[in-house]
């Protein structure tokens, strides 16, 4: 079991920056991927990025390629994502979430346990 707890959303000028906090109880952190989603009022959960156990690969949407960087500290059990050049668009409430497997993990299907979410709001 892991719980996950999500910081550092706000509201935030378009163009600007951001960097989400998802930091994680437990002493297996480092056993899961970990993943970014988000959810927009009246939009499904999608996925925005993921990273390996060890942190060696990562996975981002296409819609955040180039702009997002997803991290993590195993030494610390966190997870990170740094968020630039915003757009309205990524106005959601975004959400940690770990993985056991290594399979889906684009998908939301493919996560175990999830945090309650941090609201980013990106104004034009």
């Known amino acids: 079991q892991v719980q996950l707890v999500e910081s550092g959303g706000r509201l935030v000028q378009a163009g600007g920056s951001l960097r989400l906090s998802c930091a994680a109880s437990?002493?297996?952190?480092?056993?899961?991927?970990m993943g970014w989603f988000r959810q927009a009022p009246g939009k499904e959960r999608e996925f925005v990025a993921a990273i390996t156990r060890s942190g060696g690969s990562t996975y981002y949407a296409d819609s955040v390629k180039g702009r997002f960087t997803i991290s993590r500290d195993n030494a610390k059990n966190t997870v990170y994502l740094q968020m630039n050049s915003l757009k309205p668009e990524d106005t959601a409430v975004y959400y940690c979430?770990?993985?056991?497997?290594?399979?889906?993990?684009?998908?939301?299907?493919?996560?175990?346990?999830w945090g309650q979410g941090t609201q980013v709001t990106v104004s034009s």
């Open positions: 437990g002493r297996t952190f480092s056993s899961y991927v």
């Open positions: 979430a770990a993985a056991r497997n290594t399979v889906g993990v684009t998908s939301y299907l493919g996560y175990n346990y």
